[in-house]
RNA sequence: GGCCCUAUCGUCUAAUGGUUAGGACGGGAGCUUCUCAAGCUCUAAAUCGGGGUUCGAUUCCCCGUAGGGUCACCA
């Protein structure tokens, strides 16, 4: 009654799971997904996040991949509650280790190969069993391990020791990595038995699996997180497509962010098998959720990229917030990413929204026609039909209603081909009357009078 | 090789002892406002093999096979 009452006060979460990488390369797909199991199973159990950086190897480990799986995790949104280095904990590890040794549960071995001596762990050799999340029962016989390394010195412990120690101190409860780990299990039993503390719950994820179904890492096939960012992925969509690697809500529905994942996520029903990352599949969910987005922070991003690139300094854009916004509907349609937004400026796909057209007169002329009396007919008549509507009505429905009845009427391609040219001068763009709309009365008018005057031009020179 | 894990369309997956084995991405075809994009509709595409158990197995069991992981004084 008392440590109940105790235990409510105490706030202590009965849920504590924590991320460990090793500061030996950027934080890639595989690792992120840990991360994000770990991070969702710890919230909607109102639990705690600890992140852990396993630092012990100091030859190996970086400085700047530390700083990279920081900045990645920020980035993606992945906050956690307490941060701890294993590089800070040596005086821990010693007081540990030398009561493993004062117990004789580990002794100072003699080596013929590397160090003279190092600190073994006294197996008892016996079978131990577990219980994953995932998988299930799983059952080891430790006698082939031998009485293997926990460290080199009593301050140089390695990763079996620092890990169980770790997880033992700081409370952790649920300890979910991935499947490269199963193996590493029984070990860690035997030391947490011989330190005497309790058994974590494991959770063992399936790989994330590059191409050829290896597992991915540094040097196969991973790419960085930031690497995303720097692409243009939105970490909503990394979050959301890394969620459905490996498990899913027994619905239809794929299309989560971070609240809606911590509702639905049941850890019981992540898949057993490996799954390949597949970059087309996160393309699409990235799209989906650039859908989503705000208008303001669509403008933002957007107008960084167009603004900085060569072709708007080369040609002299004037790249203001409501150009953007005012193009951001054709943009969404043509873009998976940010990144996309490059692409379109480098075919010169935008030029016509913040540049006038440059083209050839013949290149009004509608396919099979003979020369350039059609185009240039058609094109006064619609310049007459805009220049009649008022101000006000120069939206996207009221142009095309002013246009479409006579376009019906004379053939489409013949009237909407040359509309089309003489405002973008692009063989493939948006069709004319959401680019009216979008240029505005003014700059319409003037383009079409600019392709008329192409006609007559090259209607004299025909003649000459 | 020892130990461990896994096995449904190309990929991510649903279903569960009884379904025409479902969905999504990608592919193919068609429709839509000239071109493009987007959207919509349709379509091809899978239960690794062999034994059991069972009236009936994709599902349960066994054996193969394949793939993966791990066997460090790395994590």
């Known amino acids: 009654m008392i440590s109940g009452i105790r235990a409510l006060f105490s706030r202590k979460p009965k849920v504590v799971t924590r991320f460990a990488p090793s500061p030996t390369g950027y934080l890639h797909a595989g690792n992120y997904r840990t991360a994000v199991f770990s991070y969702v199973y710890a919230r909607q159990n109102s639990g705690k996040f600890i992140l852990r950086i396993e630092d012990t190897d100091t030859i190996r480990s970086k400085k700047e991949y530390e700083d990279n799986i920081l900045e990645s995790l920020a980035w ?52 131990v069993k577990f219980r994953d999340l995932i998988r299930g029962d799983i059952e080891f016989d430790t006698t082939e391990l031998g009485d293997f390394v926990i460290a080199k010195s009593v301050t140089e412990p390695i990763f079996h020791f620092a890990v169980v120690l770790d997880d033992y101190l700081m409370g952790v409860t649920h300890v979910v990595r991935g499947e490269d780990h199963i193996s590493n299990t029984p070990r860690q039993m035997l030391i947490q038995e011989a330190l005497g503390a309790p058994a974590p ?79 087309e599949k996160l393309r699409w969910i990235n799209k989906e959720h650039l859908k989503r987005v705000s208008k303001t922070d669509f403008v933002r991003e957007a107008k960084a990229r167009i603004g900085s690139s060569d072709r708007a300094r080369d040609l002299g854009w004037n790249v203001t917030d409501d150009a953007v916004l005012r193009i951001m509907p054709i943009l969404v349609e043509r873009i998976d990413t940010y990144g996309d937004i490059d692409k379109l400026i480098f075919a010169q796909d935008l030029d016509y929204f ?58 489409r391609g013949p009237v909407l081909w040359p509309f089309r040219f003489a405002l973008s001068g692009k063989e493939k763009s948006p069709n004319p009357f959401s680019l009216s709309a979008i240029f505005g009365k003014e700059t319409a008018l003037k383009r079409i009078d600019e392709a008329l005057k192409k006609c007559a031009h090259a209607n004299t020179n025909q003649n000459v």
């Open 201 to 279: 719950i494991y959770a063992h994820l399936p790989l994330v699996l590059a191409h050829d179904r290896s597992k991915l890492s540094k040097r196969h096939g991973a790419q960085s997180m930031t690497h995303y960012r720097d692409a243009g992925y939105l970490p909503e969509a990394l979050l959301n497509y890394m969620a459905l690697l490996g498990w899913n809500p027994g619905t239809e529905q794929e299309i989560f962010d971070l609240g809606g994942l911590v509702k639905a996520f049941d850890i019981s029903k992540v898949q057993k098998g490996g799954a390949i990352f597949n970059e």
């Open 76 to 127: 993606l949104g992945l906050p956690y509650d307490e941060i701890y280095r294993q590089s800070q904990r040596g005086e821990t590890y010693k007081t540990y280790l030398e009561k493993l040794l004062a117990d004789g549960k580990a002794f100072v071995s003699k080596e013929e190969t590397g160090r003279a001596e190092v600190i073994r762990f006294r197996n008892p050799n016996k079978k």
């Open 354 to 411: 913040f540049s006038e057209p440059v083209y050839d007169a013949v290149s009004l002329k509608w396919k099979g026609e003979p020369d350039l009396s059609s185009a240039k007919k058609h094109l006064e008549h619609v310049r007459a039909a805009l220049s009649a509507l008022p101000d006000k009505k120069w939206n996207e429905e009221a142009i095309k209603a002013a246009i479409w009845p006579y376009a019906e009427k004379e053939g």
